[in-house]
């Protein structure tokens, strides 16, 4: 039997040189790793509104969404995914967590101090390839 796929988004929001990155809540197969905020596309939505909704949804907050960064593909155990990561900015609110259960801002140079979940380790490497110091 085929795994299950998704299309989800991911936000790499960027303040005063910092990436903002959530953890996840304990359950299920990525529980408790780090990631990139975003969620899975909805039929008839375009990547960026998919974005939109869910940092609005998930962290009440409103993004102004970027050019593209990357497309991931990734196999866990239990399902594959198809990843669009995209640059964004924060318009209005404060990243309030709903479903994360933490946060944190940080440099490039500190990503790597969070165990990220596999599918967005790749994002964190173009993160830091993008922003040589």
């Given at each position: 039997?085929?795994?299950?796929?998704?299309?989800?988004?991911?936000?790499?929001?960027?303040?005063?040189?910092?990436?903002?990155?959530?953890?996840?809540?304990?359950?299920?197969?990525l529980g408790?790793?780090?990631?990139?905020?975003?969620?899975?596309?909805?039929?008839?939505?375009?990547?960026?509104?998919?974005?939109?909704?869910?940092?609005?949804?998930?962290?009440?907050?409103?993004?102004?969404?970027?050019?593209?960064?990357?497309?991931?593909?990734?196999?866990?155990?239990?399902?594959?995914?198809?990843?669009?990561?995209?640059?964004?900015?924060?318009?209005?609110?404060?990243?309030?967590?709903?479903?994360?259960?933490d946060s944190?801002?940080?440099?490039?140079?500190?990503?790597?101090?969070?165990?990220?979940?596999?599918?967005?380790?790749?994002?964190?490497?173009?993160?830091?390839?993008?922003?040589?110091?």
């Amino acid at each position: 039997m085929p795994k299950k796929h998704i299309t989800v988004v991911a936000a790499v929001i960027l303040r005063d040189g910092k990436v903002f990155c959530a953890q996840r809540n304990s359950s299920g197969e990525l529980g408790g790793k780090w990631e990139f905020p975003g969620g899975k596309i909805e039929d008839g939505e375009l990547p960026a509104q998919a974005l939109q909704r869910e940092i609005r949804e998930e962290l009440n907050s409103e993004i102004s969404v970027q050019e593209q960064i990357m497309v991931v593909e990734h196999e866990y155990e239990t399902f594959s995914l198809t990843m669009y990561a995209f640059w964004c900015t924060l318009i209005e609110g404060t990243l309030e967590l709903s479903e994360h259960t933490d946060s944190k801002w940080l440099v490039k140079n500190d990503l790597f101090t969070l165990d990220w979940a596999a599918a967005d380790v790749p994002i964190v490497h173009k993160i830091q390839n993008t922003f040589k110091q």
